[in-house]
């Protein structure tokens, strides 16, 4: 079963403008984490923002956001001011606690084009 | 402070060699987790070790494939006989407390299998 579902295969945004990326969760844990990487064409993984399945508060960390919907089970990232360097591949992983033997496991990816 | 480090970072190999994968994580970091990327395609689980410990191998072929995380030395994924199939990105990643926080990831090492 897909525990991680990205969506969007694609996605255009144009420069400056903010653009969200989709992220659905599939998990029994009661704990477990939510990730994004970033993946430029150079290949190497950049980790972007964390939220906790027990935090109250949805995580931001500069212009990235986490638009955590804890009852949808969704977790989408949000670029605000798009810059034509997020032009990447973006993964959103979760962690599971026990239940889920604390392996992070990754969706299929969303790659953002931004438009100068 | 070395993050994750790979090596080697590109490796080929022809059908039927052994291809073996380092990967020494952060300092002070005892979990470490290897993925396969395939190109354009996300990160697949393959395994989680802990020092000594194979944690979760349900990412792993059955066959051929193998890893290690020795108490001294790095972690060592081992494809052994390789195939066509097997030529992808191997990244490793390593985890403080696997708790909180996030896989800090080595730059990845590139099998092509001729």
């Known amino acids: 079963a897909q525990k991680i579902t990205q969506t969007q295969p694609g996605m255009f945004v144009q420069e400056k403008e903010a653009v969200t990326l989709d992220c659905t969760y599939d998990t029994s844990d009661p704990s477990y984490g939510l990730f994004w990487y970033k993946q430029p064409s150079s290949g190497e993984m950049i980790f972007l923002i964390y939220q906790g399945s027990y935090d109250q508060q949805n995580a931001t960390e500069g212009r990235y956001s986490l638009n955590f919907q804890k009852a949808r089970k969704s977790a989408n990232l949000v670029i605000s001011a798009s810059q034509l360097g997020d032009s990447a591949m973006y993964f959103c992983?979760?962690?599971?606690?026990?239940?889920?033997?604390?392996?992070?496991?990754f969706g299929a990816g969303t790659r953002l084009f931004v438009k100068a | 402070n070395a993050g994750v480090m790979q090596n080697p970072r590109h490796l080929v190999r022809r059908r039927g060699q052994e291809a073996r994968l380092r990967c020494s994580p952060m300092?002070?970091?005892?979990?470490v987790y290897w993925y396969r990327q395939l190109p354009e395609e996300g990160l697949k689980f393959m395994v989680y070790?802990?020092?000594?410990?194979?944690?979760?191998e349900s990412g792993m072929p059955k066959e051929r494939f193998s890893a290690e995380f020795p108490k001294e030395g790095p972690s060592i994924l081992r494809i052994q006989q390789v195939v066509r199939g097997d030529s992808a990105a191997y990244f490793c990643?390593?985890?403080?407390?696997?708790?909180?926080?996030?896989?800090?990831f080595g730059e990845g090492s590139r099998l092509t299998v001729l």
């Open positions: 990643a390593s985890l403080l407390d696997y708790n909180t926080g996030e896989l800090f």
């Open positions: 070790l802990q020092k000594e410990n194979i944690i979760d």
């Open positions: 300092k002070g970091h005892s979990h």
């Open positions: 992983a979760m962690r599971e606690g026990q239940g889920g033997g604390f392996k992070t496991i």
